[in-house]
């Protein structure tokens, strides 16, 4: 089975899923400090339909290595979906994450994307708790992602 989305070279989402999501097997120490963040493109349908799907294509390249670029070498990225990532972070805190996200959104905002395009992004992030499933902290980081949308994007939501 391929781990790597074919355009990104990301992992793919069944990847990530099976690394992390599906594999209650972790110990307490590994799960100690670790935390998500769901990335998602803000209005990317608008690009794929004033510039095309070459274009968006490009795009969803560059982003992926504007991430790949900010992350600490333990961190985990995937291409979650169309143009949404994940971020899975290892021994951090919420503050660090936050950080991150911060540092992401100042990288994306200053890149020279193909075509000039201009973009922001929306985050999500969430700490796994103690005992908690993997499963159920993906699912605060997309409720706190679909906050930030619903707030007007551009932003980061914790779900604390
Ligand atoms: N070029 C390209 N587009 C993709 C790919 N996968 C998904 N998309 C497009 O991503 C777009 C996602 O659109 P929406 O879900 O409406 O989201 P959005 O326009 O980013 O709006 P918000 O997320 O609400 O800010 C759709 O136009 C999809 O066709 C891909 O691999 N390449």
Known sequence: MTRYNPLTKLYNRHYFNRLFINNEQHDQSAEAGMCLVMIDIDYFKDINDTLGHNVGDRILEQVSQVLQHCVR????????????????????????????????????????????????????????????????????????????????????????
Do not use: H
């Open 73 to 160: 070498e333990s961190d985990v990225v995937a291409r979650w979906g169309g143009e949404e990532f994940v971020i899975l972070c290892q021994q951090s805190s919420l503050p660090l994450v936050e950080s991150l996200c911060v540092r992401i959104a100042e990288r994306i905002k200053r890149y020279q994307f193909t075509d000039n395009v201009q973009l922001t992004c929306s985050f999500g992030v969430a700490k796994l708790a103690d005992n908690e499933p993997m499963m159920l902290c993906f699912e605060r980081a997309d409720r706190a992602l679909y906050r930030a949308k619903a707030q007007g994007r551009n932003q980061m939501c914790t779900d604390k």
